[in-house]
């Protein structure tokens, strides 16, 4: 228990020099951007995930199979714009490939521009939601969440691929003393608390009508992580450059 809370205190205040510098905490942010997304895509817009793929592509096979309640076409779109956001992100990823700091910035501003359309979006529509704003709000966020995973798997901190969590909850689980030795229990706390904490919140938010202030809170904590990725990345330290191929 201790070594876990050490790990999770060492991956939100990381110290002098360490290799992946402040990149924990801010893919942790990035986490919890995912619950609350997911929340919004799940119980706002008919049923579908736009980050969690795994998920989306069982709901794929279920609409199809003709389970009630699911759209095979929003599964498709959002499966469509969360491959188009990866390969986006892919190209970021290339152009800043020796600062991790740049590559970072660059995407969460581009997530922030995304996320600011379906705010407006939302904000103007009217009630109930018409397909054509489900579906737009739908690809844009699909197109944030495919930036992101994208960026993340980039980055290379063990752990904190923001969108997926089942080899998370593995390694917390058979990872333990008895089947090898933990080697980040802790971040591996955290990744799960952030994405069940955004999910909680987005949950609260959308259920109780205010899908519009899930994605501003959304909207918020990418900018936020902009302007401190900018701030942090100014520098030359360690954490800024690629991870070396061995």
């Not at 498709?76 to 290339?94: C, I, K, N, P, Q």
């Not at 197109?143 to 980039?154: H, W």
């Not at 752990?159 to 008895?178: H, K, R, S, W, Y």
Request: glycine letters at 12%; charged letters at 10%.
């Amino acid at each position: 228990m201790s070594r876990m809370l050490t790990d999770a205190v060492r991956g939100l205040r990381p110290a002098w020099g360490e290799r992946h510098g402040p990149l924990p905490a801010l893919l942790l942010t990035l986490t919890v951007v995912t619950g609350l997304v997911d929340a919004v895509s799940y119980l706002g817009l008919g049923r579908v995930f736009v980050g969690n793929m795994t998920g989306n592509v069982v709901f794929l096979g279920f609409a199809l199979g003709g389970t009630a309640g699911l759209s095979a076409l929003a599964s498709v779109v959002a499966l469509g714009a969360f491959l188009a956001g990866a390969a986006a992100g892919g190209r970021v990823a290339d152009r800043h490939a020796t600062h991790r700091g740049h590559l970072l910035r660059a995407a969460t501003g581009l997530q922030t521009v995304l996320v600011a359309v379906t705010v407006a979006v939302a904000a103007v529509q009217d009630t109930p939601m018409t397909p054509a704003v489900r579906y737009t709000l739908i690809v844009f966020l699909g197109l944030a969440m495919g930036l992101q995973t994208a960026v993340a798997r980039r980055l290379a901190v063990p752990d904190l691929t923001t969108t997926v969590l089942t080899q998370t909850l593995t390694g917390l689980a058979a990872d333990t003393p008895g089947g090898g030795e933990p080697s980040r229990p802790g971040r591996r706390l955290l990744s799960v608390l952030a994405m069940f904490a955004g999910a909680l919140v987005g949950a609260a938010l959308v259920l109780h009508g205010h899908l519009v202030a899930a994605l501003a809170l959304t909207l918020v904590l990418l900018a936020a992580t902009c302007g401190a990725v900018h701030r942090l990345s100014a520098g030359e330290a360690a954490w800024v450059r690629p991870e070396q191929k061995a």
